[in-house]
């Protein structure tokens, strides 16, 4: 009887061989991510186009034989990796907040945000889009197979010998690919302080007083990347001591402070802003930071704590400081409850600094400052400057940023408009009344002395 043909199973390298397009780069890094056990044979050579440098060159970080934290100075030096290193490098150089990598139909673009305003840097590459962003969900310890759904991750490399920096980063999937945002996590300045946050003497001493007190809530408003979150970070700084328990709970926590006692939100576990809240009150703390103030019941915890002996600090998005009141109100808040608690609100924005080496003097009609804001008294002949660019800025015309801020106690006389569930213009009728002013007069005090331009702080603010 004859037998029948031996069925013979195919190699490794054959099952692998068929799913591997020839001539696509970075490939081979989703096979190099899964585990694979040890085979009990040699495995025989992989196909010539595939060769052993090029799984070397994108393996993964955590191999022993590299170091635990990469580094732009890495022994493989593929132009994707190259374009990274020196994209980052760029970004620390101008100080950027933000590296946007955006696909498109037929390429790609990289752009920075520096002092709050993207620009684009030099084109890259057509073909290395699709390396570029597997390297960086590689580093960032991102699923490089999965572009469906957006994903975070986190970084941490070497720009430069000896110093590290982080990166938050967020992945979207779009029509024509993964677009990136890197954010860079900087350490707090080593000046920071409420001189650098752009306070006058006044809002400063004002301020003092506030977060001294041993109990009551403070508040700081304005919109996304207002700078609310460095605020509440240099009062914390200003009151970390070691006669005190400071707790923080955010979304996330992104910069670890020494002293302070830090809780990141994990909602799909549970944890929210009030079971943090809650959990705090357990902990015997002096001062309690909440990132911010969303629900009905992350402001009742805080009000009541705020009440019994704790001092406590958060954030909301409202316009200006009288509206903070209005919306903790709507939120659900008890008006009686809320006079008792509420200490100060702060409202604040942030306008670019001219560069001092190209900033000019630009003539400007007594009508268009009038509009602006500026009282008789201050057209003497005064005219404010503008931005020109040179080598020191970039061509941009801007360095750095600053705080205008409207600083505005809680007395006597708005505790009982708050009790009698009065409106926002009452509210700001009050505070003018007692000499609170305006983010634009804080604005227009920063064009008057030469710290920003009338565009910036017109941009910036409104007239209330």
């Given at each position: ?8 199973p ?18 081979a ?10 085979p009990?044979?040699p ?6 186009q ?31 990796v ?16 933000d ?29 290395l ?23 975070d991750g986190?970084l ?7 110093k590290f ?9 779009t ?31 004002t ?8 109990h ?16 509440l970070?240099?009062f ?23 002293g ?9 576990a ?5 079971v943090?809240l809650r959990a ?8 309690i ?8 019941e ?9 009440q ?17 009141i ?12 809320l ?11 942030l306008?670019?600094r001219l ?9 400007q009609?007594a009508?268009?400052?009038?509009a602006?804001?500026f ?5 003497d002949?005064w ?5 020109a660019?040179c080598?020191a ?5 801007y360095?750095?940023r ?16 708050i ?17 609170v002013g ?6 227009l005090a ?19």
């Amino acid at each position: 009887m004859s037998s029948s043909p031996r069925f013979t199973p195919a190699s490794t390298a054959d099952r692998l061989a068929p799913t591997v397009k020839t001539g696509v780069p970075y490939r081979a890094m989703a096979l190099e991510v899964e585990p694979a056990a040890a085979p009990a044979t040699p495995a025989p050579a992989p196909p010539a186009q595939h060769s052993a440098r090029a799984f070397d060159s994108t393996s993964r970080d955590d191999t022993p034989r590299r170091e635990p934290t990469p580094g732009v100075a890495e022994a493989d030096n593929t132009p994707a990796v190259r374009l990274l290193s020196d994209t980052l490098r760029e970004a620390t150089r101008r100080n950027a907040s933000d590296l946007h990598v955006e696909p498109t139909e037929h390429g790609w673009r990289m752009r920075l945000r520096i002092d709050g305003v993207l620009h684009a840097i030099a084109q890259p590459p057509a073909h290395l889009r699709d390396a570029f962003i597997t390297r960086v969900k590689v580093l960032a310890r991102m699923d490089i197979a999965e572009r469906r759904v957006p994903q975070d991750g986190r970084l941490r490399i070497a720009t430069t010998p000896g110093k590290f920096e982080d990166y938050r980063v967020n992945s979207l999937p779009t029509l024509f690919g993964e677009k990136l945002v890197l954010r860079r996590l900087d350490a707090l300045p080593a000046a920071l302080s409420l001189d650098s946050l752009g306070l006058d003497p006044a809002q400063r001493a004002t301020l003092e007083a506030a977060i001294s007190a041993p109990h009551g809530l403070v508040l700081v408003t304005g919109p996304t990347g207002s700078g609310k979150t460095l605020s509440l970070y240099c009062f914390l700084q200003k009151l970390n001591a070691e006669s005190r328990n400071l707790c923080s709970v955010e979304d996330p926590a992104e910069i670890q402070l020494a002293g302070i006692n830090q809780v990141s939100v994990r909602e799909k576990a549970g944890l929210t802003f009030a079971v943090a809240l809650r959990a705090f009150l357990r902990q015997d703390p002096d001062v309690i930071m909440v990132g911010e103030i969303r629900d009905e019941e992350t402001a009742d915890v805080a009000v009541k704590a705020a009440q019994t002996g704790h001092l406590v600090l958060s954030t909301l998005h409202t316009n200006d400081a009288p509206a903070a009141i209005a919306r903790l109100i709507d939120i659900g808040v008890e008006p009686y409850h809320l006079a008792a608690a509420l200490r100060m609100v702060t409202a604040q924005r942030l306008v670019r600094r001219l560069c001092v080496v190209c900033r000019t003097a630009a003539p400007q009609s007594a009508a268009a400052l009038r509009a602006a804001g500026f009282s008789e008294d201050q057209l003497d002949g005064w005219h404010p400057y503008v931005a020109a660019g040179c080598d020191a800025c970039h061509r941009i015309g801007y360095r750095g940023r600053v705080g205008i801020h409207q600083v505005m106690p809680v007395s006597d006389a708005m505790r009982e408009l708050i009790v009698a569930n009065a409106g926002t213009l009452s509210l700001a009728r009050q505070a003018q009344a007692e000499r609170v002013g305006t983010l634009r007069e804080a604005a227009l005090a920063r064009v008057r002395d030469g710290t920003t331009s009338l565009a910036e702080a017109l941009g910036a603010t409104e007239v209330v």
